[in-house]
């Protein structure tokens, strides 16, 4: 069978690899000479430890059991096992952690409390002043601007596996998919995996979809003359994340409100560190359209104040700043948007940030349901 997928983000990306493992032939286009969507401007996390419980968890477990087995197989991906420290730096927060800790499916995460002595064990570049943190053990990273071309290399090894970008797919139809070059692509199956683009051809074939758009700004330092040995998150991660949400958490929203920059921008403290040794450090949050074409500072200035008390140091000179939008189901609890099109066609967008965490076991879950 020949499958059509269009969009060469993560999502896509994933669904090539998922057709191709099953004997497929996969033509793959992507409108922008490479894939420069959220697929390549994120942390690069597999981020299990603040899922929610249900489906949310169990295709984030899934997907770091993907990753893993992909990370041999494609050792440029940059995959490495990590895990995660999620910084309390208050009595507040940490009383939702010792909950949290205690709670059924914290084994399952493979998440505990441990004390600032053990979590210096764990990332001994943690020098600032906190009472604890959750370690996670099955949170992971990736390299997000290679992952993308380093799997596309393994896929065309395969004989199998076209990649065409600058080809914006502007017609489906029962035969396949026509470019804006005139091309016509002959596909049994097409695969929509347009992320954050949800106009044009999608908005014609698939109507009104319900996805929203979300915005955040990050930014990237030089390198950090040390190994951060896991991925950081603070405190707020545990007002963000789904799998926190309790009375707990009300009372820490009650007794220590949000820095009103914080609170205004939506934001968390991620962190993790690159290859080359500089540290992706963000985010924020924006939901209301049209969005901003600039970034504002006060967001970045937060985040140096919190990475820094957190490391005891102040942070490498930034590098590169950046913004960028993802695709979420408006329904938070719904990890995916997928939507039948056409008698050959399916949409699939809308993981939100879940997106790098949970695109391996998405596109395993598609082609299952749609019998590729």
């Known amino acids: ?8 983000g993560v999502l896509g990306t994933m669904h090539a690899w998922q057709a191709v493992l099953r004997g497929h032939e996969v033509i793959h286009l992507e409108r922008e000479p490479e894939a420069r969507g959220a697929s390549v401007r994120n942390f690069g ?5 603040g899922r929610a419980d249900g489906e949310e968890l169990e ?20 995959f490495r096992a990590n895990g995660s420290l999620t910084v309390l730096r208050t009595e507040a927060e940490l009383a939702v952690a010792e909950v949290f800790a205690a709670g059924p499916d914290a084994a399952a995460r493979g998440t505990r409390l441990v004390d600032p002595a053990e979590a210096r064990t764990v990332n ?27 799997l596309r290399a393994h896929l065309a090894a395969t004989g199998r596996y076209t990649w065409l970008p600058g080809r914006e797919v502007r017609e489906v139809d029962a035969r396949g998919v026509r470019d804006d070059h005139g091309d016509h692509h002959h596909a049994d199956v097409v695969l929509l995996c347009t992320g954050a683009a ?41 007002r963000y994340y789904p799998a926190y949400r309790g ?15 914080a609170a205004e921008h939506a934001m968390q403290l991620l962190m993790v560190q690159r290859a080359d040794g500089g540290l992706t450090v963000g985010d924020t949050h924006g939901y209301d359209e049209p969005f901003p074409f600039d970034v ?6 937060h985040l140096r104040q919190v990475a820094e008390a957190i490391l005891g140091r102040p942070l490498p000179p930034v590098r590169r700043r950046w913004a960028g939008v993802y695709a979420q189901c408006r329904d938070t609890g719904q990890v995916v948007h997928r939507q039948r099109v056409a008698d050959n066609a ?22 299952e349901e749609i019998g590729l």
């Open 1 to 8: 069978m020949r499958v059509a997928v269009v969009g060469g």
């Open 45 to 49: 996390l597999v981020w299990v430890s």
């Open 59 to 78: 295709t984030a477990l899934r997907a770091r059991e993907l990753w893993a087995g992909l990370g041999e197989r494609v050792p440029g991906l940059g």
């Open 124 to 150: 001994p570049a943690l020098r600032g002043a906190f009472l604890g943190a959750l370690w996670c053990e099955r949170d992971a990273a990736v390299e997000p601007r290679v992952a993308q071309p380093a």
């Open 198 to 238: 949800l106009s044009g051809l999608v908005r014609e074939i698939a109507g009104p979809v319900p996805v929203r758009r979300v915005r955040l700004q990050m930014m990237q330092t030089e390198p950090l003359d040390e190994p951060l040995t896991t991925s950081v998150a603070d405190g707020d991660s545990l």
């Open 247 to 261: 009375v707990e958490l009300d009372a820490l929203n009650a007794n220590q409100p949000q820095p009103a920059v």
């Open 296 to 301: 504002v500072e006060e967001p970045y200035q």
């Open 346 to 367: 399916w949409l699939v967008t809308g993981p939100g940030g879940r997106g790098m965490t949970c695109s391996p076991a998405i596109a395993e879950r598609t082609v």
